[in-house]
C-alpha cells in the first residue's frame, strides 16, 4: 500500500483545516489508518485513528472535540477535519496505516507504511 497525504497549509488560529490520506494497493477498511504530528525538534504524536473494519475512532485528548476523523470507503479516503485550530497544532502531519491492534493503535510502532507528511501551520 502507499499512502498519499494532502490538505495542508497555513491558517489563521480558530480556523478549519481538512487533511486526507488516500491509498493505492490496498483498502483503508482492512487497515486502522491513523493521523500522527512532529512538531519541531519533537517526536511523532498520535491524533487520531480509525480502526479496521466498524471503524472504531481514537482521539487524543488535546484535540478531542475539535478533529473529526472519518473513513471514505468508496473513495478509500481517510479524512481529518481540523477545526478550532491552535497554534500549538502546528506540526508536520502524517498518515499511517497497520494492522494495528487496540492496545498499539496510539503509538507509532503499530504503523507499518507511513505517506509523505503535510504541514499544517497555525498562525496566531
Known amino acids: 500500500v502507499q499512502l498519499q497525504a494532502s490538505g495542508g497549509g497555513l491558517v489563521q488560529a480558530g480556523g478549519s483545516r481538512r487533511l486526507s490520506c488516500s491509498a493505492s494497493?490496498?483498502?483503508?477498511?482492512?487497515?486502522?489508518v491513523a493521523w500522527f504530528r512532529q512538531a519541531p525538534g519533537k517526536g511523532r504524536e498520535f491524533v487520531s485513528a480509525?480502526?479496521?473494519?466498524?471503524?472504531?475512532?481514537y482521539y487524543d485528548d488535546f484535540v478531542k472535540g475539535r478533529f473529526t476523523i472519518s473513513r471514505d470507503n468508496a473513495k478509500n479516503t481517510v479524512n481529518l477535519q481540523m477545526n478550532n485550530l491552535k497554534p500549538e497544532d502546528t506540526a508536520v502531519y502524517f498518515c499511517?496505516?497497520?494492522?494495528?491492534?487496540?492496545?498499539?493503535?496510539?503509538?507509532?510502532?503499530?504503523?507499518?507504511?507511513w505517506g509523505q507528511g503535510t504541514q499544517v501551520t497555525v498562525s496566531s
Open positions: 499511517g496505516v497497520g494492522r494495528t491492534i487496540t492496545s498499539m493503535i496510539r503509538s507509532p510502532l503499530g504503523y507499518g507504511v
Open positions: 494497493g490496498s483498502f483503508f477498511i482492512n487497515y486502522t
Open positions: 480509525v480502526k479496521y473494519g466498524v471503524g472504531t475512532t
